[in-house]
């Protein structure tokens, strides 16, 4: 089966920093993302994991565990734009493209 | 090309009407998905098309719904004898399969309401 879980609400101070994480179970692992969505809105690229360790990008990290099925978002200085729901996404399979496998979100409150 | 554009962004609908809705994708995009997002949750996978093929459909899509994608540019996704269970945002997505990232990139959705 297919099962990937994250909070599913955070709330944090504006200037701060969170981490959400987000733990899989899958068929096969091909690379995890992680996508942005504002209210009503399309979900949007943040971040690319195939291999272990952390990638970086502004005030974006996204960190990455194969052998403990782990991946966690890391925002640093946090402004109230941020505050939208975070989608941790598996790509199981080998082969380039194919489904993405989503968890239900995690919705982030930014508060001043 | 401004990205993924779905038609229409809303549709309301009566039980066991039919309905279609329309996806273009980024132009020289290979990969479509179709994907339905409830409230709260995160987006579920429907279909997906390479060029104009379609490669997978999840078993969670039931007869009456079917996608096509024609010519490997636009595609439609039909709901027949809509019920209110699939009232949801159904989403569409596209990439290029040229390197590993094949980000897929998303359109506003069309939110479907069924009475």
């Known amino acids: 089966g297919q099962n990937i879980d994250q909070p599913t609400e955070m709330t944090a101070t504006e200037g701060a920093i969170v981490q959400i994480n987000c733990t899989y179970q899958?068929?096969?692992?091909?690379?995890l993302f992680w996508y942005q969505q504002h209210a009503g809105e399309a979900p949007t690229f943040l971040s690319y994991?195939?291999?272990?360790g952390l990638e970086e990008k502004g005030r974006f990290s996204s960190f990455l565990s194969r052998s403990k099925g782990y991946s966690y978002l890391l925002l640093k200085e946090l402004q109230m734009k941020d505050s939208a729901s975070y989608l941790c996404?598996?790509?199981?399979?080998?082969?380039?493209?194919?489904?993405?496998?989503f968890g239900q979100g995690t919705e982030l409150s930014v508060k001043p | 090309d401004t990205g993924v554009s779905q038609d229409p962004r809303h549709k309301i609908t009566k039980r066991g009407q039919n309905v279609t809705f329309r996806c273009d994708p980024i132009?020289?995009?290979?990969?479509l998905y179709w994907y339905r997002q409830t409230l709260g949750q995160g987006p579920e996978f429907l279909t997906y098309?390479?060029?104009?093929?379609?490669?997978?459909k999840s078993r969670l899509l039931s007869d009456r719904f079917s996608a096509e994608r024609p010519k490997g540019s636009f595609s439609t996704l039909e709901i027949q004898r809509t019920e209110q269970g699939d009232s949801a945002m159904y989403l569409c997505?596209?990439?290029?399969?040229?390197?590993?990232?094949?980000?897929?990139?998303f359109g506003p959705g069309t939110r479907l309401t069924v009475l």
């Open positions: 132009s020289e995009h290979n990969r």
């Open positions: 098309f390479q060029n104009e093929a379609q490669l997978e």
């Open positions: 996404a598996v790509r199981p399979y080998y082969n380039q493209g194919g489904k993405l496998i």
């Open positions: 997505a596209s990439s290029l399969v040229v390197n590993s990232y094949n980000e897929q990139f």
């Open positions: 994991n195939v291999l272990d």
């Open positions: 899958t068929s096969g692992f091909n690379g």
